[in-house]
């Protein structure tokens, strides 16, 4: 008997199909809010940007804004990735101008909140694990690409980061008015991602390692596209794994209850009301030395008073250890917080360099303008003294060539006239002389 078709494959799909278990540490945007009301903050998620945070809203998170450009912004899970069969479901969205820039990355690499922060594939330096990247790659409508790194390759500096691509596919998700879904398979036969629901690419030939954090971070450039996350949701097919991870925060808050029931312990009295009973209380009422008159009444008193000593001791040895284990906790946080302070400092150290900097061209062009100033007023005096030396000489000069010059022009016109004055003379002499006729 051959079956349809439609239900071959139904029955098919069926059979492949396995349970997958959310792992809430590591996911939001699964439930009708991303963050509890009132909070500015994802629970087990961290936020960073640059210069600004991204605005975190109750359904989205905006990594970076309409404007201004840019701007980076970047969140990523606190704890790490541990099973080895899962399934990342990430929802975004993609605004912008016609012709705006930016892109979006996908992370999923070994202490990404320190090493990566809100950088990109083209700014990130040394890394372990895996990026997808998310741009209009060679002027293209869209493209998604796929590198990888095992911390031997610096990206920032590498000459072209394009060529490290192990795969891409091509699909538009700019202005589409809807989010648009990227899901990443990972097992330990294939990797593969699917964008809106079709397959992009895959690959059996990599194995993702185990502690990993997932993260996503968003750059925009001076005409800036505003990158919307929806949602992070990863699932697993490990049931003990995913409880572990679920039932881990309702694990401490259980031992949190314990410890204080063992601090407090509720005794009920005939009356039924509840009476909290303090460890370090004496339990055996003082007595009077008289009323012990026996030496078995007196063995017995010591020993009981000897059981309630080592009850105190007891109480207080437990109390200690609780507090060391807090106090563990605590300096493990401590020592997290001053590595971000160490690393925020390294800034501020560079900031002051650069203030050093600011400081000396300063006083540079200070100098430089004193320097300046003092050799323009020395030209200035120079060349008026060459001017007023000049001028007076050369008038002295045309004062003594225009003497000569005037009484020889005199002398000239008179002369020229008197010569003008004789030749008329003897023009008129010969003119009224009588006339001879031969």
Same mark, same amino acid.
């Given at each position: 008997m051959r079956l349809p078709l439609s239900f071959a494959a139904l029955v098919a799909g069926l059979a492949q199909t *396995?349970?997958?278990?959310? %792992?809430?540490?590591?996911?939001? @945007?699964?439930?009708?809010?991303?963050?509890?009301?009132?909070?500015?903050?994802?629970?087990? #998620?961290?936020? *960073? +940007?640059?210069?600004?945070?991204?605005?975190?809203?109750?359904?989205?998170?905006?990594?970076?804004?309409?404007?201004?450009?840019?701007?980076?912004?970047?969140?990523?899970?606190?704890?790490?990735?541990?099973?080895?069969?899962?399934?990342?479901?990430?929802? #975004?969205?993609?605004? @912008?101008?016609?012709? +705006?820039?930016?892109?979006?990355?996908?992370?999923?690499?070994?202490? +990404?909140?320190?090493?990566?922060?809100?950088?990109?594939?083209?700014?990130? @330096?040394?890394? =372990?694990?895996?990026?997808? !990247? %998310?741009? *209009?790659?060679?002027?293209?409508?869209g493209m998604l690409r796929g590198f990888l790194n095992d911390g031997t390759t610096e990206y920032r500096t590498h000459h072209n980061v394009d060529n490290l691509a192990f795969g891409h596919c091509a699909f538009s998700y700019r202005n589409l008015g809807r989010p648009t879904q990227i899901k990443l398979r990972h097992s330990e036969s294939k990797f593969s991602v699917e964008v809106a629901g079709r397959l992009c690419f895959e690959s059996d030939r990599i194995r993702l390692p185990s502690g990993y954090n997932f993260g996503i971070s968003a750059a925009s450039a001076d005409n800036p596209d505003s990158f919307e996350i929806f949602k992070l949701v990863v699932l697993t097919g490990d049931n003990s794994q995913a409880d572990s991870s679920n039932n881990q925060q309702e694990s401490n808050q259980q031992q949190q209850q314990q410890q204080q029931q063992q601090q407090q312990r509720m005794i009920f009295g005939r009356s039924g009301q509840t009476v909290v009973e303090d460890p370090y209380d004496n339990i055996i009422p003082d007595a009077e030395a008289d009323t012990i008159t026996s030496s078995k009444a007196q063995f017995a008193d010591l020993h009981n008073r000897l059981q309630s000593v080592n009850h105190h001791l007891s109480s207080i040895f437990?109390?200690?250890?609780?507090?060391?284990? !807090?106090? =563990?906790?605590?300096?493990?946080?401590?020592? /997290?917080?001053?590595?971000? %302070?160490? +690393?925020?400092?390294?800034?501020?150290?560079?900031?002051?360099?650069?203030?050093?900097?600011?400081?000396? /061209?300063?006083? =540079?062009?200070?100098?430089?303008?004193?320097?300046?100033?003092?050799?323009?007023?020395?030209?200035?005096?120079s060349i008026k003294y060459h001017v007023d030396d000049k001028h007076e000489t050369l008038a002295k000069n045309v004062q003594a060539h225009t003497k000569s010059g005037h009484t020889r022009l005199i002398l000239v016109v008179v002369g020229s006239q008197m010569l003008l004055a004789g030749a008329y003379a003897m023009y008129k002499r010969r003119k009224t002389s009588p006339k001879k006729y031969l």
């Open positions: *396995q349970a997958q278990y959310l %792992i809430n540490e590591l996911s939001f @945007g699964y439930g009708s809010r991303i963050s509890p009301e009132g909070s500015q903050s994802i629970p087990n #998620f961290a936020l *960073q +940007g640059r210069p600004n945070v991204p605005e975190l809203l109750s359904n989205k998170v905006i990594l970076t804004p309409v404007a201004p450009g840019n701007q980076r912004g970047a969140v990523w899970a606190d704890k790490p990735l541990y099973p080895q069969n899962w399934i990342a479901d990430v929802e #975004f969205r993609a605004s @912008g101008p016609e012709r +705006g820039g930016g892109n979006l990355n996908i992370w999923l690499v070994r202490d +990404g909140a320190h090493v990566i922060g809100s950088d990109s594939v083209y700014t990130a @330096g040394r890394f =372990e694990g895996l990026a997808l !990247v %998310i741009d *209009q790659h060679s002027g293209s409508g437990r109390s200690l250890s609780q507090n060391a284990a !807090v106090d =563990e906790q605590r300096h493990a946080e401590a020592s /997290v917080m001053l590595g971000e %302070i160490k +690393g925020l400092l390294t800034r501020l150290e560079k900031l002051e360099v650069l203030e050093h900097r600011v400081s000396d /061209v300063e006083r =540079e062009m200070r100098s430089m303008r004193h320097e300046m100033a003092g050799r323009l007023q020395a030209s200035e005096n």
